[in-house]
């Protein structure tokens, strides 16, 4: 059964030809390599590209591989990467004529000199290169570094609601509840049975995951790091920072774990795109908060599979699924602070800080977001709305819920949409 997957697809048809070097990114398993040499390259073929100038080669092939003399075990056992060399003669046996060349190349980073080699490749006029990495680090920041600009990057997410909408059998209220519970990794999403989907998250975060993360990193301590990641996934949507959690370390394990090793181990989550950090912002004040951040699981599946499936918070999960989704949409999404003053019960003024789940930007276009996963009365609505009203400005707010209620605006011109509606219309917060 195929996934379409319109929404990068289209990303890379506009790219095509536009004399940079086209790299997806996103975390394992979220369907880049189907993207690229399936979806992509079907495009290619149908819109009159000749099978014979579009060069497939994937760095994680046993049988591409081959292809240039090199042993998948043989790089496994010496704990290094591809010749560079013995690629390139490869592909200028491939190249027979002036014409333009299509150049699909998977799992990139695992190249050696991959950074010099494309930068070759970008001073040939009938060359057009399109590939996939798995690592932030060794793409995203070594991209825009030794390219100078000349590095474009489409990042993948896992399937959207919307895409996992146009497989699953049942309807969308059910939809959601298995999306928030299995997430959206293609090949768990593709499992028919529970436990199946289970397994395969299960599997899929000791095998590639967690092994990825500690060999690429030579992480030794591999303990430290699992427990915080299950810290990590049991509070999705708090605020935390490394010395708090240094001190949760020291409270509930016994642990000497520093806070500098707790970032590192941070940065390690968010480089293999497994979790992402949301920066607080101080609305009035124009300025960001560094410490502390929210982190939010690319991937939900993943997140509950690693807490056994003991800890599912609707309202927490909804409040990730709604920040994966802005995201998805290139929305450049932060946490709202407004610092207030008011008189408390006993006529004391006192200072407060107000949150707006999340501030979400994309060029101009502002948009404020609460996550109210249900609004029972007006009691509930007022809370929720409450920091909407200390904001001066004139930003579209709007209030998600899982309530089921028809788009709507109050009086203060707020907009109130349920959750199922802003997953699938795209537009319906712009009306």
């Known amino acids: 059964m195929e996934i379409r997957r319109d929404l990068y697809l289209n990303k890379l048809i506009k790219r095509k030809n536009n004399g940079l070097i086209k790299v997806v990114t996103g975390i394992r398993r979220c369907g880049k390599s189907y993207l690229l040499n399936n979806l992509f390259y079907n495009h290619l073929i149908e819109s009159g590209v000749a099978a014979d100038h579009i060069i497939r080669f994937a760095f994680d092939s046993a049988d591409d591989l081959y292809l240039i003399g090199e042993s998948l075990i043989q790089i496994e056992k010496e704990k290094r990467g591809v010749d560079p060399e013995k690629f390139m003669a490869y592909i200028r046996s491939q190249i027979v004529d002036n014409r333009m060349y299509y150049l699909l190349l998977d799992e990139i980073q ?14 040939k ?12 680090k060794l793409l995203s920041k ?5 390219f ?13 609601f919307a895409e996992f909408m146009t497989i699953y059998k049942g309807d969308k209220y059910a939809g959601l509840e298995e999306y928030m519970l299995y997430g959206g990794i293609p090949i768990v999403v593709l499992r028919e049975d529970a436990n199946e989907k289970a397994s395969t998250l299960e599997n899929l975060f000791t095998e590639i995951y967690l092994r990825d ?9 591999i303990g430290e790091l699992e427990d915080l990641l299950n810290i990590l996934s049991s509070s999705i949507g708090s605020l935390t920072n490394p010395e708090k959690l240094k001190n949760t370390f020291k409270s509930v394990k016994k642990s000497k774990i520093t806070s500098q090793t707790i970032k590192k181990y941070i940065d390690y989550f968010e480089d293999s795109f497994l979790i992402e950090s949301a920066l607080r912002y101080d609305i009035k004040g124009k300025s960001y908060i560094e410490t502390p951040k929210k982190y939010y699981f690319s991937d939900l599946g993943l997140r509950n599979a690693r807490i056994n499936f003991r800890q599912f918070e609707p309202t927490h999960s909804m409040e990730n699924v709604i920040y994966n989704e802005l995201k998805m949409r290139g929305y450049n999404v932060d946490v709202g602070v407004i610092a207030t003053t008011e008189k ?3 006529g004391k003024v006192v200072r407060k800080q107000l949150e707006v789940d999340f501030v979400c930007n994309l060029g101009s276009s502002r948009y404020y977001i609460q996550s109210a996963y249900s609004l029972p009365d007006e009691t509930k609505r007022t809370q929720e709305i409450r920091p909407f009203r200390k904001i001066d400005d004139s930003f579209k707010k709007i209030v998600i819920t899982k309530d089921f209620v028809h788009p709507y605006y109050d009086d203060y011109g707020i907009l109130t949409v349920n959750i199922y509606d802003f997953l699938l219309d795209p537009e319906i917060i712009h009306r």
Request: glycine share 8%.
């Open 142 to 146: 070594d991209i825009i570094t030794q």
């Open 110 to 123: 695992l190249l050696d000199c991959f950074e010099t080699v494309l930068n070759g490749y970008l001073r």
């Open 213 to 221: 993360i500690t060999q690429r990193n030579r992480v030794k301590n």
């Open 344 to 346: 408390n019960h006993e």
């Open 125 to 136: 006029d009938n060359m057009d290169v399109f590939v996939t990495g798995s690592n932030a």
């Open 148 to 160: 100078a600009g000349r590095g474009d990057e489409v990042h993948m997410y896992p399937l959207s």
